[in-house]
């Protein structure tokens, strides 16, 4: 296989042999995503904690979610160009629970927005009247 048979985004860290024309890994770049992921991965934590102190209470802040997911596609990518199974079973699996989590704290701030307008903003939904509209006849207590 030569350079011209090889699409240009195939060789990140890879270079080929002019002579023979294998491809060669550069070790010193896949360490540096290996790396790179962990480190990422590992700041979740710390922004776990920080909120956490701030609120004086445990949190699970979404930058959580979002550094989870981001160490662990830099993890998988890894895991993929070492071929290795065992990683990349776990992050996939830890990808599909980070994506989720992710859906869910949309859609629950797309339903605080909805209670906000339907509401008010300050009122918790367990206290809150519906607002009416002054123009409207009816009340919330028919």
Not at 51 to 56: L, R, T
Request: hydrophobic content about 45%; charged content about 15%.
């Amino acid at each position: 296989m030569t350079c011209s048979t090889l699409a240009p985004w195939l060789l990140f860290g890879q270079t080929v042999c002019p002579t023979c024309g294998h491809i060669k890994t550069d070790a010193t770049f896949w360490l540096t995503v290996g790396f790179l992921g962990q480190a990422i991965f590992t700041a979740r934590f710390l922004a776990q904690w920080l909120a956490s102190e701030k609120k004086k209470d445990s949190v699970v802040p979404v930058i959580f979610w979002w550094l989870s997911l981001a160490g662990g596609l830099t993890l998988l990518t890894y895991a993929v160009h070492r071929e290795d199974p065992v990683i990349m079973v776990g992050q996939a699996l830890g990808v599909f629970i980070y994506v989720r989590n992710l859906m869910l704290v949309s859609k629950s701030r797309r339903r605080a927005a909805r209670h906000a307008m339907k509401y008010g903003p300050h009122l918790k939904p367990e206290n809150a009247r519906p607002v009416i509209d002054p123009g409207t006849s009816s009340s919330p207590d028919c």
